[in-house]
C-alpha cells in the first residue's frame, strides 16, 4: 500500500512501519503518540489502529488499555476508532502485528560482555561481526539470539561451556562464530573497539565490511540487514571496497551470484565489476 506523502509528526509511523522489517514495540508505541496529535488523514488514522492493534497483541489487552487511557489525546482516539470500524484487517496493515520485536539493545551486549569477562583472568581480544556488529554501532534494530565472533570463541571461554550456557540463558544471548574468509581482505584494519571489559577486548567489524559479508549471503534475513543498511552507507565507498579487497568471494561462483541478486534487488543494477567504478 502506498502511503500519504506527508511532512508532519505522522512521517515517523510510516517511516517506522514501511520497509517490512521488525518493529520496535517502544518506537512504535511513541511514533503512534506523535501521529495522533495530527492524525487528520484516513490512511494515517487507519496505520494508527492496526498499530495499536499490533501492541496490543503484543503486550496484551490490559497493558494496552493502560496505555491508551492514559493518553491525552482522546478525542483523536475516538475519531481513529470511529472512522475506521468498518474497514477489515484485510484491507489494512495486516503484516504489523507479526513484525513486532523487541530488538536486542547494545547496552545489554556490553553488560553481557562485562559479566563475559569475568569468566577468566586470561587477556583476551574478540572480534565482534554480523548483525551484532550494526546494533552494537547503532546502524541496525533488531532482535538477535548471536553474537557472532570471527573465526573461533576463545579457548579461555570454551574451558567454561557451562557458565556460557547460563548466560545464554540469562541473557538470551550466545556465543557463535563465522570464519573470516567470508569478510573481505583487510577487515581487521578497519575494526572499532567496542570496550575494554576487565581483561577481554572487544571490537567490531566495521558496518562496511559486514554490509559486504552480508551481501555474498543468500539468506533472506541477510538481505533484510541489507536493505536496512544501505542507505546509511556510501555506495562508491561499498564499490572500493568490494573492487579492493572481496576478488576472493567475487572468485566463487555461489558467493558471487549471491552478491549479484542482492545487489540488484537493493540498487536496481548490476553488480559493479572489478575497475568499472559505480
Do not use: C
Not at 48 to 76: M, V
Not at 129 to 157: F, K
Not at 248 to 253: D, F, H, K, N, V
Request: proline residues 5%; negative net charge; glycine residues 6%.
Amino acid at each position: 500500500m502506498i502511503e500519504p506523502m506527508l511532512q508532519s509528526a505522522a512521517d515517523e509511523l510510516w517511516r517506522l512501519t514501511a520497509r517490512g522489517a521488525e518493529i520496535d514495540p517502544e518506537a512504535l508505541r511513541q511514533a503512534v503518540e506523535a501521529a495522533l496529535s495530527e492524525a487528520t488523514d484516513f490512511r494515517t488514522r487507519l496505520l494508527i489502529r492496526d498499530s495499536i492493534r499490533a501492541l496490543e497483541a503484543n503486550w496484551g489487552k490490559s497493558r494496552t488499555q493502560t496505555w491508551l487511557d492514559s493518553l491525552p489525546f482522546q478525542s483523536q482516539l475516538e475519531a481513529v476508532r470511529q472512522s475506521t470500524a468498518d474497514v477489515s484487517d484485510e484491507d489494512a496493515f495486516p503484516s504489523l502485528k507479526g513484525r513486532i520485536v523487541t530488538p536486542t539493545k547494545p547496552e545489554d551486549v556490553k553488560v553481557f560482555l562485562r559479566e563475559l569477562s569475568s569468566l577468566t583472568k586470561k587477556p583476551i581480544e574478540i572480534y565482534i561481526g554480523g548483525s551484532i556488529a550494526l546494533i552494537l554501532a547503532g546502524h541496525l534494530s533488531r532482535h538477535t539470539e548471536d553474537i557472532d565472533l570471527v573465526d573461533e570463541v576463545p579457548r579461555a571461554l570454551r574451558e567454561y561451556p557451562a557458565a556460557l550456557d547460563r548466560l545464554a540463558q540469562r541473557y538470551g544471548l550466545r556465543l557463535t562464530h563465522f570464519q573470516s574468509h567470508y569478510l573481505p581482505s583487510g577487515w581487521k584494519g578497519r575494526v572499532d573497539l567496542i570496550g575494554v571489559f576487565g581483561s577481554l577486548r572487544a571490537f567490531a567489524v566495521s558496518e562496511y565490511d559486514v554490509f559486504l559479508s552480508k551481501l555474498f549471503s543468500p539468506r533472506e534475513r541477510d538481505r533484510d540487514d541489507l536493505r536496512m543498511l544501505a542507505p546509511l552507507l556510501d555506495r562508491n565507498r561499498i564499490v572500493a571496497l568490494m573492487q579492493a579487497d572481496a576478488q576472493a568471494l567475487l572468485g566463487e561462483q555461489k558467493l558471487r551470484e549471491a552478491a549479484q541478486q542482492n545487489w540488484f534487488i537493493l540498487f536496481g543494477d548490476a553488480l559493479p565489476a572489478a575497475g568499472s567504478g559505480t
